[in-house]
């Protein structure tokens, strides 16, 4: 019986036999690998053609276009567009050394080389603006274009509502620009610039009108939304928006026009038709003016109808609200937006009670005669039909302190103006459900804006001044919604 040390040298000697094996075998099929590799790197190289490096990007693309191959470079590397040596060598080496006519070869060839270099710049330059995705595109914003109109109804897509007062009945509208893009937190300042349009796009991407801070300040658009009820004045108010614009070519109006048969139209002209006086303000602007119009039997307030103007909004740079009686004053876009600029707060809204416009605006200049500014800084409870409610205020108006240099910041907002970035609108939208309700609205819109973010200022200056039924005769005759207040519950 073999002893135990002689076991285990026996077992030992018939491992390292094994080992020896497997390492023979693994360094065969090593060698096996290396050689083919090798020939194949070899036969590559052998296969590849004559070209150099000078031109060679244009003579590759020839050689490669008569075998019916197609190349794809991802940068306008430097090209030589006078190189046609490597073109010249391979028609020798056809020609196998004999005296060939190539003055018709080569025209073809710098025809080619031409036709390549313009297709190449031209699929570059498609590549790069398919690859440069676009700051609205990015956090899923609507595309805004300029010109543009909310009353194509085709574009547009309207939609179907119940009306607000009976929902035995039903009203079609046009459909939002956007749902609200705000996520109940305060917006990047990123995001709150893909939101605006520029009435030119941008110069490197022709189809991009939402240009940021790029966008030059005189070609910021602006959407005015107005909610008119049988109101007289409402086309005083569109034509004084366009006539006293220092750039009126960069101005959306739309009007919510609540009529019945026989009442003043807002978008008609003052005086004459437009068939008769063609340059009327309202006639020249008539394709930057878009008119909801509605039986005003079926109007329940000023909350709906400003629900409906703020679905007309379409993705103008900056938006204002103003009642449908209101006289401006000369240049008040520039004016407006250099004190919305001034705050140097993307989120900023500059809302007021306005003054009124007796002794306000000189007829000759249309500037303003006053050095005084209404701010909003009063609150109080009063009673009415629908009982006691909370009533904004303005403190008595007075001169601004001198060292003033932007807007004052205010408590309240108020509906009959407010001019914003465009985003205000589209991340505080009036609620569709408020029938007959006048007391209330503010108090809506100003607490929901406050939440996500939207500070409220006093203009440091007045643009427009509001006709009040106390100062004027005329209006004291123009109807109001509470004529429906027996159809409609509220």
């Not at 052998?46 to 991802?74: C, F, T, Y």
Request: glycine fraction near 6%; charged fraction near 25%.
């Amino acid at each position: 019986m073999p002893s135990s040390s002689s076991s285990h040298q026996q077992h030992y000697a018939s491992n390292t036999s094994d080992v020896a094996k497997y390492q023979s075998l693994a360094m065969s099929l090593i060698s096996a690998t290396l050689f083919l590799y090798s020939y194949g790197f070899i036969s590559s190289i052998m296969s590849l053609p004559d070209i150099r490096s000078d031109g060679g990007l244009l003579a590759l693309h020839s050689l490669n276009q008569k075998s019916g191959l197609n190349i794809a470079v991802e940068d306008p590397l430097h090209v030589d567009v006078d190189a046609d040596t490597d073109i010249d060598d391979a028609a020798e080496v056809e020609g196998e050394g004999e005296e060939v006519d190539d003055t018709e070869e080569k025209e073809e060839i710098g025809e080619e080389k031409d036709d390549f270099e313009e297709q190449f710049e031209k699929e570059v330059k498609q590549r790069k603006q398919s690859q440069a995705k676009t700051t609205h595109e990015k956090y899923g914003i609507p595309a805004a274009t300029w010109p543009v109109t909310s009353t194509n109804k085709l574009q547009n897509k309207w939609i179907t509502l119940p009306h607000p007062g009976d929902e035995a009945m039903t009203v079609i509208v046009p459909p939002f620009w956007s749902p609200p893009v705000h996520n109940n937190q305060l917006m990047p300042k990123e995001k709150a610039l893909a939101i605006g349009s520029c009435i030119t796009p941008d110069p490197s991407n022709p189809q991009n009108y939402q240009r940021g801070e790029e966008c030059p300040l005189h070609e910021r658009t602006v959407f005015v939304a107005i909610a008119s009820y049988r109101d007289w004045q409402c086309k005083h108010t569109v034509t004084s928006i366009f006539q006293r614009a220092k750039h009126p070519e960069r101005i959306r109006v739309a009007v919510v026009d609540q009529i019945v048969d026989g009442d003043d139209i807002c978008d008609e002209p003052i005086s004459e038709t437009c068939a008769t006086l063609p340059d009327q303000v309202i006639c020249k602007y008539a394709d930057q003016i878009d008119v909801y119009r509605m039986d005003a039997p079926l109007a329940v307030g000023p909350v709906f109808a400003r629900h409906i103007g703020h679905r007309q909004y379409r993705g103008e740079y900056y938006t204002m609200q103003s009642d449908a009686h209101v006289t401006f004053t000369q240049d008040w876009d520039e004016d407006i937006i250099s004190q919305q600029i001034a705050t140097e707060d993307e989120m900023t809204v500059l809302t007021t009670y306005l003054t009124d416009i007796v002794g306000s605006i000189d007829e000759k200049t249309g500037k303003s005669l006053r050095n005084t500014r209404p701010i909003m800084c009063n609150t109080a409870y009063e009673g009415g039909p629908q009982g006691m409610h909370l009533r904004h205020l303005s403190q008595p108006e007075r001169v601004p302190p001198k060292d003033l240099t932007m807007p004052q910041l205010s408590p309240w907002w108020a509906a009959g103006f407010s001019f914003s970035r465009g985003h205000f609108v589209v991340n505080v939208p009036y609620d569709l459900y408020q029938p007959m309700i006048f007391q209330g609205e503010e108090m809506s819109i100003g607490i929901r804006g406050f939440t996500i973010g939207y500070d409220y200022y006093a203009p440091m200056r007045s643009v427009c001044f509001h006709h009040y039924a106390s100062m004027n005769k005329d209006r004291v005759k123009v109807p109001h919604f509470w004529e429906n207040t027996n159809t409609y519950a509220g």
